[in-house]
């Protein structure tokens, strides 16, 4: 389900007249008002507002750390619009993992994030050269679990019609790589 989708079924579910009893300077429009602020902020369109031929476009920042290889291991992902504001960000520990598995992991979970948007196009970037490089098709993808992990990579980008991978240097990637970090921190103090 979207994003659009949810918030209209919140909508259709609150008790709009309790509400309006609860508090009576509240008007309709007032709350109409509201969805529509807490919309925008999300970076969210209904469907009739976008022109047929714009394309809904997304930036994808994805970061995998392992402290250890392998070893205690996280994800950051940090999706924006296409103007560069923040739209979602993401940190999670996933276990134990080399550095290449929480890369890939990465990916799937920030292609989460952005498929919640309906995204034409993708930009993904990442620091991890292999990553981009395998799925360029530049670089063979040997290692069995990482090719398991690429069947779902590639599963998911058939939903959007065009994307790009590019891989950047680790210092414009620190939005990201602070995520990952940060969820590691928090359960694997001290263990750098």
């Known amino acids: 389900m979207d994003d659009y989708t949810f918030l209209k079924k919140i909508y259709r579910h609150l008790d709009l007249n309790k509400l309006m009893k609860e508090t009576p300077s509240l008007k309709i429009e007032d709350v109409d008002e509201y969805f529509r602020k807490i919309r925008d902020a999300l970076g969210i369109r209904p469907d009739s507002e976008y022109d047929q031929g714009e394309k809904r476009e997304f930036i994808l920042y994805t970061d995998g750390a392992a402290r250890g290889n392998p070893g205690p291991a996280a994800v950051g992902c940090v999706l924006k619009n296409s103007g560069g504001d923040i739209l979602q960000e993401f940190g999670r520990v996933i276990g134990t993992a080399t550095n290449n598995v929480a ?90």
Do not use: H
């Open 103 to 192: 890369e890939y992991q990465a990916l799937i979970y920030g292609l989460d994030l952005a498929l919640n948007f309906q995204p034409d196009k993708l930009d993904i970037y990442s620091d991890s050269e292999l990553l981009v490089k395998q799925m360029n098709g530049e670089y063979k993808t040997k290692n069995p679990k990482i090719k398991e992990l690429k069947e779902i990579v590639l599963v998911k980008l058939q939903e959007i019609d065009e994307y790009s991978f590019t891989a950047i240097k680790r210092e414009f990637n620190a939005d990201a790589d602070a995520l990952a970090n940060k969820a590691l921190d928090e359960t694997a103090p001290g263990k750098n």
